[in-house]
């Protein structure tokens, strides 16, 4: 170790990752700052040391140590070898915890935490742990290792239960653990469900406060604070209700307060209805009076400009430096329907159905509406949120308090940007395992779009398709409309999952049966004929003239209880997955209340079959039901057969196999950093030259053909006598993206004439295309092949977004592309292929050999470990890559690097 005076000195040489600092949640839901260490921290991590107790300090050091000594070896770093993170708390920024790693060898590190007695117990090693692990392995430290006393039990824990692959054994006195730094889906999983923990502590403060305090309730008709406590007090929230008005003695016969500090009790949540300029002063008012849970109607924020984003800063540095949690600014506010709170803590003048859904709404006026909706269906809330400008609290919070909550049992989201994309899909994939997530995404088409070089970025700039991707892969059901999403969410609340995609018609008009069967077989259903002794029973039971092939319509002299018999005969005999009975009144002998009533008693033997209604009648009930047993009812079949396409994707995304992320074990990451590493310090536009991208795709064992760079003729006539047969010459042209295009690549040369001919042909069509020949790729003619694209572009919120498609010069033409988001799994492999339109070409078609299906999924999941453990891949393209049935060939293919974002801890809080 240097000595401390210079490491002090080296500290302050040296860039400082100020992109890595984030606040994160501790267990009891309130948020902690974290940062990286700087030099200047000396006589404040000084102050930190001697508030920490000897035990303490014994423990972490193995004995008595120099206060001094201790706080010049913490800030000695160089923020790769020797790392080091701080904790700050409170508005004067104290440090409570210090953790480090410093390196031990060439891929391992020790690591080590010191925390204030008065924080232990709050999850911040643990935090700082995961931290130092995704910083660590980002840097080529694979490996951790601790050494802690035995009676150190806390720390032991720590390690224990971290979710990082990990070993621990008693050597000599000394606890050893060695751990691994690497992210895998068991450590993010054990860190989300620490995460969701301190989540739901979080959220308790707003969706069951014990006490409200309302800072700007008032009378004046018309305002938002007289609303919000018209809301409180209507629907009988079971708290403790503390209007905050200087210039008022009583609100609504409520006792008034004429600020935060006056107010007699506890305060759990504030809503604050104030102008915008005053929203930071009030809230620093809250913090100071410990108030940890703040909810902020006001608008005038970031929506508004410039002004309103300073505010905006203002409000969440008054938060942060507090731990304090904030829904808002610019929301709708928050409703918890349960009868042991009974919170309404909006402005709406529509109250909140109780009922299974839970629904979050980004924008406040679409939340208004959305709450309309959810009355005019009937559809019961369990709790709405209106997040706002989604300055802390945010979707993926809210998803981790509803898998936990009995009273939700679908989710309902309306979208307009995501904080943090990746977590979203690792958090969605959970819970939608259990409980439905519905979500509209608005913003499909983009403003314009994004200038690409390459095949890929402008297959997947074209639109909304990562976003796609996302949801696909969660298992989030995306509606393209507000009356869809309701739609489905009006199924799936009340309906049992499809078993399978046979629906069974059953209608008293011909021609709404027609247009049902169409609508089902649009949305991918199937609506099967129905087995002969079937047909003959329902010949038996409905009027004569009745066709029972299915649809089945039964004529309009039907009667409500030829319905239900022909509906439960359906249900009994297992034919189907679904029921959609249609009801068309004006050719009708019988009513659609007693139609109602006739389905919603068959739907009460439905033994697990999904039952939907069209009543083309606008008198008829929206969702009647009989003993608890409710049968959605739609308007029109398009709607009910989308509705129940949906609820059928969603149920094969459950059944489908678990896919597996492969850890392969002969990739050469190191020295794939290290390739990565010399061209980012060469500068320039950040493309890989040929050799360079062979020599890359060599390490993770990509099939990328034999690649020769020459400078010129007679280097490339070596280079092909020694490759031996016909090659293919390309020529390397700054600027020339597509070489087919510019007459820069010629197949199929055979012998040193060939190849001097076509080494001059193409210097003559680049000089023409206004470029400069750099050199020659010689290549072996390969066999030929279906030609694919594999690409990625390394998305700045989602990651690496990875493409699979059509390839050749045809490739945007064709359009037919599958997207994933890293991590790919091989079911997530598998399943990109099979979607495309060329999928029948890799299967043998007309005759052809099938293509090895394997080689081409065995690329597929190696190119998505490569971009997962380099971010600084910003943009790849593979095309074309040839698959034939002895393998697959990658035959040309371009990378683009750029230095990678600054790591963030785990469960950072936006910024």
Same mark, same amino acid.
């Given at each position: ?10 500290? @302050? ?22 940062? &990286? ?8 991590l000084r ?14 050091? #193995? ?24 904790? *700050? ?39 700082m ?7 660590? @392995? ?20 720590? #390690? ?72 409180l007090?209507?629907? +009988? =929230? ?7 008005n &200087?210039?008022?003695e009583?609100?609504?016969?409520l ?6 500090e006056?107010?007699?009790? &506890? ?33 005038? #924020?970031?929506?508004?400009?410039e ?38 803590a ?20 679409l ?5 309309e909706?959810?009355n ?7 709790? #709405? ?36 994309p ?32 390459s ?15 996302? =949801?696909r ?30 629906v069974?018609?059953?209608? @008293?008009?011909?021609? &709404? ?8 077989a ?17 010949r ?69 079959v ?45 059944r ?29 536009d ?17 099939p ?5 760079v ?8 070596a ?31 055979? +012998? ?56 050749g ?24 292929? *099979? ?51 002895d ?25």
């Amino acid at each position: 170790m240097a000595s401390t005076d210079e490491g002090a000195e080296k500290t @302050n040489k040296l860039a400082y990752p100020s992109a890595e600092a984030a606040d994160v949640v501790m267990a009891d839901g309130t948020s902690i700052h974290f940062r &990286p260490v700087r030099a200047e921290d000396l006589e404040r991590l000084r102050r930190f040391l001697e508030g920490v107790s000897s035990d303490s300090m014994i423990h972490r050091f #193995f004995g008595v140590a120099s206060i001094d000594w201790v706080a010049r070896w913490a800030v000695d770093v160089d923020y790769r070898e020797r790392y080091a993170i701080v904790a *700050e708390l409170g508005a004067e920024r104290e440090i409570v915890a210090h953790g480090a790693y410093i390196s031990s060898s060439e891929d391992t590190a020790e690591v080590a935490f010191l925390v204030t007695d008065r924080q232990q117990g709050q999850g911040i090693a643990t935090l700082m742990l995961m931290h130092l692990a995704s910083v660590a @392995n980002r840097h080529g430290f694979e490996h951790f290792t601790a050494e802690v006393l035995p009676d150190n039990l806390q720390m032991i824990e720590v #390690f224990r239960n971290c979710g990082l692959p990990c070993s621990i054994h008693n050597e000599q006195g000394v606890v050893k653990v060695e751990l691994e730094t690497a992210l895998d889906e068991r450590a993010l999983e054990a860190f989300d469900r620490r995460e969701q923990a301190a989540t739901r502590n979080a959220l308790h403060r707003f969706l069951a406060p014990t006490s409200v305090a309302v800072i700007g309730a008032t009378e004046r008709p018309g305002s938002v604070g007289a609303a919000l406590m018209d809301n409180l007090l209507g629907t +009988g =929230f079971t708290g403790a209700i503390y209007p905050v008005n &200087p210039h008022a003695e009583r609100v609504r016969g409520l006792a008034a307060y004429p600020s935060i500090e006056a107010v007699p009790g &506890p305060v759990d949540m504030a809503v604050i209805a104030v102008p915008a300029p005053a929203v930071p002063d009030v809230a620093a008012a809250c913090a100071a009076a410990g108030v940890r849970a703040m909810l902020v109607l006001s608008a005038g #924020f970031g929506e508004t400009g410039e002004a309103g984003r300073e505010l905006q800063e203002r409000l969440l540095e008054v938060c942060r430096h507090s731990g304090a949690r904030l829904i808002g600014p610019n929301c709708l506010g928050v409703v918890n329907t349960d009868p042991a709170v009974r919170l309404d803590a909006t402005f709406t003048v529509s109250r909140v159905p109780t009922g299974n859904v839970g629904m979050i709404s980004q924008s406040g006026g679409l939340g208004i509406a959305l709450i309309e909706e959810a009355n005019r269906l009937g559809l019961g809330v369990s709790s #709405f949120i209106s997040v706002g400008n989604k300055l802390d609290i945010s979707g993926n919070d809210l998803l981790e308090y509803w898998e936990l909550d009995p009273a939700t049992d679908l989710i309902l989201l309306y979208l307009e940007s995501f904080g943090n994309p990746r977590r979203f899909g690792r958090l969605a994939r959970r819970v939608g395992m259990t409980k439905p997530i519905l979500a509209v995404k608005s913003g499909r088409t983009p403003a314009g779009v994004r200038a690409s070089s390459s095949h890929t970025g402008a297959l997947l700039s074209a639109s909304d398709v990562t976003v796609d991707a996302l =949801f696909r892969q969660a298992g989030v059901i995306r509606a393209d409309t507000i009356a869809e999403l309701f739609d489905t969410a009006a199924l799936m609340s009340s309906q049992p999952l499809p078993r399978g995609r046979r629906v069974a018609i059953v209608t @008293n008009g011909g021609g &709404p049966g027609i247009v049902a069967a169409d609508a089902c077989a649009a949305a991918g259903l199937d609506v099967p004929e129905l087995p002969a002794p079937l047909q003959q029973r329902l010949r038996a039971l409905l009027p004569p003239g009745a066709a029972v092939g299915n649809p089945i319509d039964m004529v309009a002299t039907v009667s409500a209880e030829q319905y239900r018999q022909t509906v439960e005969l359906l249900l009994r005999e297992g034919v189907c997955d679904a029921v959609l009975a249609l009801f068309v009144p004006a050719i009708s002998a019988t009513t659609a209340a007693e139609v109602a009533a006739a389905l919603a008693g068959a739907a009460a033997k439905a033994n697990g079959v999904t039952l939907a209604a069209v009543f083309m009648d606008h008198q008829a009930p929206r969702n009647a039901g009989v003993g608890g047993a409710v049968v959605p009812r739609f308007q029109f079949p398009e709607d009910a057969a989308r509705a129940l396409a949906n609820a059928v994707r969603h149920s094969e995304w459950r059944r489908r196999p678990t896919g597996v992320v492969p850890a392969f074990t002969d990739c050469d990451r190191e020295r794939a950093a290290a390739l990565i590493a010399a061209a980012l310090a060469r500068g320039g536009d950040g493309w890989l030259g040929a050799e360079e991208v062979f020599d890359l795709f060599g390490c993770y064992g990509l099939p990328m053909i034999e690649t020769r760079v020459v400078s010129d003729e007679e280097a490339a006539v070596a280079a092909a006598a020694a490759l031996g047969g016909a090659v293919v010459l390309k020529g390397i042209a700054p600027g020339l993206v597509h070489k087919s295009e510019g007459g820069a690549v010629l197949t199929d040369l055979s +012998g040193e004439q060939e190849v001097r001919a076509g080494a001059r042909a193409i210097r003559a069509a680049v000089v023409r295309a206004g470029h400069a020949l750099e050199g020659l790729i010689v290549q072996p003619l390969a066999a030929a092949g279906v030609e694919m694209l594999l690409g990625v572009v390394h998305d700045e919120s989602f990651g690496p977004v990875l493409a699979c498609g059509a390839g050749g010069t045809t490739a945007e033409l064709l359009g037919d592309v599958s997207v994933r988001i890293t991590p790919l799994s091989d079911r997530d492999a598998a399943e990109m292929l *099979e979607s495309l339109r060329i999928a029948p070409l890799l299967h043998g078609y007309r005759g052809a050999p099938a293509c090895d299906i394997g080689a081409v999924t065995d690329a597929l999941l190696r190119l998505g470990a490569m971009v997962e453990a380099h971010a600084q891949i910003a943009e790849l393209d593979a095309n074309p890559l040839l698959a034939g049935p002895d393998g697959a060939l990658i035959v040309d293919a371009r990378v683009r690097v750029r230095p990678a974002q600054a790591i963030r801890p785990l469960g950072a809080l936006r910024n």
